[in-house]
């Protein structure tokens, strides 16, 4: 079974500063891994996504993500933190088990920015 | 685009109330899902279906129905709500071919059980 940890469920940065929020994953085939972002009552949206194809993968409001097999990590950076980055952020690889699709999601960490 | 739509966006229910949460998608997708959030554990998968007339069960179906008689609409049934079932619910969906086919989401279900 695939599964993934997003260490640190909260994390405070100063505008302007580098976003780091780390994702590892756990699978026993190549992974298909996603970053969503949830802005207040709001649904999920789509960052990014790693399909086996480059292994730094570059999402929307400059964000993006390296794919490290050796270190099954998938971590999501920006290098400069905007108010409107401040959401809660989600991690998820596909799980492919007897034929469904379904994304297996972490806990989620909640990106604050200071001012 | 409308995507996917899911109603109501709130409800209150009370315990061993029965409701249904509309989920529509206009993108013939064949897969859809739901899953509820709650607090400090993402999202789990309720229930899923690959075409009109298959469903089956996700991580956490207990309490939940849903059925697929059009490859647009999925609703999902709560039969007796119960407290427990206070989350919110996303409906999603995204073509089958492709493991790497992005997911799409509504923009969310807030069901609180008093």
């Known amino acids: 079974a695939q599964s993934v940890t997003q260490l640190g469920s909260h994390v405070s940065v100063s505008e302007g500063a580098l976003v780091l929020l780390r994702c590892n994953y756990s699978?026993?085939?190549?992974?298909?891994l996603f970053w969503y972002v949830q802005y207040p009552n709001q649904g999920l949206q789509l960052l990014l996504k790693?399909?086996?194809?480059?292994?730094l993968v570059k999402g929307i409001n400059g964000f993006e993500a390296e794919f490290k097999k050796s270190e099954t990590s998938f971590h999501l950076t920006k290098p400069s933190a905007h108010m409107s980055d401040a959401a809660e952020y989600f991690c998820?690889?596909?799980?492919?088990?007897?034929?469904?699709?379904?994304?297996?999601f972490g806990s989620g960490t909640r990106l604050q920015v200071q001012p | 685009n409308a995507g996917v739509t899911q109603t109501p966006k709130f409800q209150v229910l009370k315990t061993g109330q029965s409701m249904t949460l509309q989920c529509a998608q206009d993108?013939?997708?064949?897969?859809m899902s739901w899953y509820r959030q709650d607090p400090g554990m993402g999202l789990r998968l309720i229930h899923y279906?690959?075409?009109?007339?298959?469903?089956d069960q996700g991580e956490v179906p207990n309490g939940y129905n849903v059925s697929r008689s059009t490859t647009e609409d999925f609703p999902l049934r709560l039969l007796s709500a119960a407290p427990s079932q206070t989350s919110v619910y996303f409906c999603?969906?995204?073509?089958?071919?492709?493991?790497?086919?992005?997911?799409?989401f509504g923009e969310g279900s807030w069901l609180t059980v008093v």
């Open positions: 999603a969906s995204s073509p089958l071919q492709g493991s790497g086919n992005t997911i799409y």
């Open positions: 699978s026993s085939v190549p992974p298909y």
């Open positions: 790693y399909t086996s194809a480059a292994t």
């Open positions: 998820a690889v596909i799980t492919m088990d007897t034929g469904r699709r379904a994304l297996t």
């Open positions: 993108m013939n997708h064949e897969y």
């Open positions: 279906s690959v075409g009109a007339g298959i469903t």
